[in-house]
DNA sequence: AAAAACGGAGTGAACATTCACTCCGAAAAC
DNA sequence: GTTTTCGGAGTGAATGTTCACTCCGTTTTT
């Protein structure tokens, strides 16, 4: 690699930066190359074009998530435990990083991310689906489709989030434990 | 008057369609106007620009909503009972509305309807709202904010919608009372 | 000195918007 | 009843702007 600052690396946090504050549409590969200290030609010596950039963008982030969000998790505790566990780590994940939240949310809700939501589900979710998969079993869980499940779990966040940055809503930590007792509640038996 | 009373509304349903199918940046105006059989002059006749051609349906589309959601309230039946009324008319105007749907979810999740949020709580919502505070003051809904309660119910209401419009899920009327049901659960105390 | 990395003016395509014009139904003149 | 005039809805080629991406001269690294 080059011994100058890691341009590449300056380049994908513009993005991120500028997509979350003002959309997929309104940052020209110009904006990212000024806001990255860089030329525009420069974004094409990393990226093959604005969309790699994006998807690229997405995987690193994806990543970072999944990691954070498992840390620590134990497949020996009780469901309920680890239903907690997940959830408190999105939820932190997510409000530590609203500029990653934005951008997410975007990327999901275009052209890009279409394909990406199934995938999500099946691989990220993974241990997810398999604890609310046990929590049946365990008939601690209301027996419907999973997809229901994650929409009675994962809606709220978004939405509950989405707020809190908005800031029509402050979100403390006494909050987040009733939020995720109440999401609890929508699920369990 | 005019030759082809219909244009506007042309205009409107081609714009609703293609918006829904393809979002606001992959439909250009000269696509709307193919779509409704009109010249592309013919839009700016009717609307100042592109802009105000979007607010324009959004704001129809809400009115229509809206007098769908409200038909048949009664102020005086128990709070329980008025909470599965409202619900049940909104999931079914979205089910059966799904173009509707799609193209509220982007107008709201862009620069167009950031300020709209707010109103949508405020005013759209407005006997939602007093529908929570008396569940709140008769005991049987948890004493939270009442963002986060919203959040506990469109929340989930969003998430699901969308996937069964996209095949992921399909929801019958069984499904859709168990749903309701699930969300009762997460809001009451 | 050769190679790699960089920068940013330049290019063409896509787009929203405009405006000079057409066309037709209806009113006015006959 | 017939002809002329007129208003304004309707149109789409032309315009100006924005943007992603390229090309090549310059700088940095080896």
Redesign the pocket.
């Known amino acids: ?4 600052p890691d ?1 590449r690396t300056a380049i994908l946090l513009a993005t991120l930066k500028l997509i979350a504050e003002r959309g997929f ?6 904006m990212i ?1 000024e806001r990255a ?10 990226f093959k ?3 790699q950039l994006i998807h690229t963008l997405y995987e690193e982030l994806e990543a970072k998530n999944k990691a954070f969000v498992y840390q620590g998790y134990e497949e020996e505790r009780p469901v309920l435990d680890r239903f907690q566990h997940l959830c408190r780590n999105i939820y932190r994940y997510l409000l530590a990083n609203p500029l990653e939240f934005r951008f997410l949310e975007q990327y999901f809700d275009s052209p890009y991310g279409v394909a990406k939501m199934r995938q999500k589900l099946d691989s990220a979710g993974e241990p997810f689906h398999a604890l609310l998969k046990e929590g049946k079993r365990q008939g601690l869980v209301k027996d419907m489709p999973p997809t229901l499940l994650f929409g009675l779990i994962f809606g709220p966040m978004i939405n509950v989030i989405k707020d809190h940055d908005s800031g029509l809503l402050k979100l403390d930590e006494v909050l987040l434990e009733r939020l995720i007792e109440a999401t609890w509640d929508a699920i369990k038996k």
């Open positions: 690699m080059s011994r100058q341009k549409h309104g940052t020209p590969t110009s190359a200290g860089v030329g525009v030609g420069t974004i094409y010596r990393y074009d604005k969309d």
